[in-house]
C-alpha cells in the first residue's frame, strides 16, 4: 500500500471522506504539458499558454538559456519555443525524449534539424505571418537608406565631415529603377508592393514561379538568377537559409550586377558571401550594401564596419513591440492548437498527424 506522501508525490488530491475511505482525484497539474520558453520575453504573449501549460522561462534578469542548461532539462518538456538563433540539432532532439512540438519563434528554420525531428515525428511549427511586413519594410528602408545615403551622411553631418553642395551626396533614385528579388515568398511580395509604391519596376527569381495572377499583380518578371543580378540597380535576398542557398551570392554574383547597384540582405546572413562582398564593395563592383543580417553572428567582419557605403543593422527587421507580441502570441497558439488537436497556425514539417500523441 503507497504512502500518503508517495500518493502526493504522484500527483494526486487525497480528500478525505470519512476515517477509512479516502478519495484520490488528480491534480489539474498532474498531467499538465510542461513548455520551456528558451528566451525571456514580454509575457503578454504567452497568456493562453500560461493559462494552459506548466511554461518555463529564463529566470528575471537572464536573457536566454544556454543550450547546455536546455540540453539539461529538455527530457522534462513536451513542447520547447526556440529562438531563431538556437540551435536545435539532433543531439537537443535525442535528449528530449518526451518532445512533441519544437514552436519556432521565427518564420526561418535554419536553426533546427528538420529532417531528424521529423523522423522522431516532432512537429516543428514557425511565424511567418507576423514578421512579413516587417522585415519588407526593414528590406525597404534599407534600400532607401543606402541608395539616398541617409545614414551615411546623419553620421558624416555629425562629425562635421559632411560637404554641401549641389553635386555633392548623390544618391541613386528609385523610380524607374529596378529591384531584383531573390526570394519571392511572403516577404519578397511585401517588399515588392513596398518598391511598386516608389516606383520601381519589379523582377524575381524564385525556386518556382509565383502564380500568374500574382505576377500580373505585382508587374513582377521571372529571371534565371543570372540576368537578375546583370539588370538590377537593387538587388534584395529574401530567401531562406538551406544548403542550397548558402553562398548564393559571392564574388561571381557581386561581379554580374552594375557598378551602380546596392545588395540588401534581410534573410540570413550565410546566403551573402560577406568577404566577396567586402571586396567587390571596395573594388567598387557594386556601389553600397544594407544588411540586417551577418554571416557569421551578430557583428559583421571589420572591412564592412570601416565602409560608408555600407548600412548595417543588427537583425532588427522584426524588433517592435507589437511584432515581438504577436510573435509570441503565435509561438503559444501553435503549440496549444497542436496539443489541442487543432492545425497549428504553421507548420514547418509533416509528421502525418494533426493532433498530439
Ligand atoms: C527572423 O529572422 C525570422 O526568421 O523570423
Not at 529564463?58 to 539539461?72: I, M, N, Q
Not at 514578421?131 to 543606402?146: F, N, S, W, Y
Request: proline share 4%.
Amino acid at each position: 500500500m503507497l504512502s500518503v506522501d508517495v500518493i502526493a508525490k504522484l500527483g494526486v488530491t487525497l480528500i478525505a471522506l470519512n476515517d477509512n475511505f479516502i478519495q484520490c482525484t488528480y491534480l489539474d497539474n498532474y498531467n499538465m504539458k510542461k513548455i520551456l520558453v528558451t528566451y525571456n520575453m514580454f509575457r503578454i504573449g504567452y497568456a493562453d499558454l500560461m493559462e494552459r501549460y506548466d511554461v518555463t522561462f529564463p529566470p528575471d534578469g537572464v536573457e536566454s538559456f544556454t543550450y547546455e542548461e536546455v540540453l539539461g532539462m529538455i527530457d522534462q518538456y513536451d513542447a520547447i519555443q526556440s529562438m531563431f538563433n538556437f540551435p536545435v540539432d539532433k543531439q537537443l532532439l535525442d535528449a528530449g525524449t518526451k518532445l512533441q512540438v519544437v514552436s519556432n519563434y521565427a518564420a526561418g528554420f535554419d536553426n533546427i534539424d528538420i529532417k531528424y525531428a521529423t523522423e522522431r515525428g516532432i512537429q516543428v511549427t514557425n511565424t511567418p505571418d507576423p514578421v512579413t511586413e516587417p522585415t519588407a519594410d526593414q528590406a525597404m528602408g534599407l534600400i532607401l537608406d543606402v541608395s539616398r545615403r541617409i545614414t551615411e551622411l546623419d553620421r558624416k553631418l555629425r562629425q562635421g565631415r559632411v560637404k554641401v553642395g549641389l553635386l555633392e551626396n548623390l544618391g541613386h533614385s528609385l523610380a524607374g529603377s529596378t529591384l531584383g528579388i531573390i526570394g519571392m515568398g511572403r516577404i519578397g511580395q511585401a517588399l515588392a508592393r513596398r518598391a511598386i509604391a516608389s516606383g520601381m519596376k519589379i523582377v524575381y527569381y524564385n525556386r518556382s514561379r509565383i502564380a500568374p495572377q500574382l505576377e500580373e499583380l505585382y508587374q513582377a518578371q521571372y529571371l534565371p538568377i543570372s540576368e537578375l543580378l546583370h539588370c538590377s540597380d537593387v538587388v534584395s535576398i529574401n530567401t531562406p537559409h538551406t544548403a542550397e542557398t548558402h553562398h548564393l551570392i559571392g564574388t561571381e554574383e557581386l561581379k554580374a550586377m552594375k557598378s551602380t547597384a546596392i545588395i540588401i540582405n534581410t534573410a540570413r546572413g550565410p546566403i551573402l558571401d560577406e568577404y566577396a562582398l567586402s571586396n567587390a564593395l571596395k573594388e567598387g563592383e557594386i556601389w553600397g550594401a544594407g544588411l540586417d543580417v551577418f554571416e557569421f553572428g551578430h557583428y559583421p567582419i571589420p572591412e564592412l564596419l570601416e565602409m560608408d557605403n555600407v548600412v548595417l543593422n543588427p537583425h532588427n527587421g522584426t524588433q517592435t513591440i507589437e511584432v515581438r507580441n504577436e510573435m509570441a502570441y503565435y509561438v503559444s497558439r501553435n503549440i496549444i492548437n497542436f496539443f489541442e488537436g487543432i492545425e497549428p497556425i504553421a507548420r514547418v514539417n509533416d509528421i502525418n498527424k494533426t493532433e498530439g500523441k
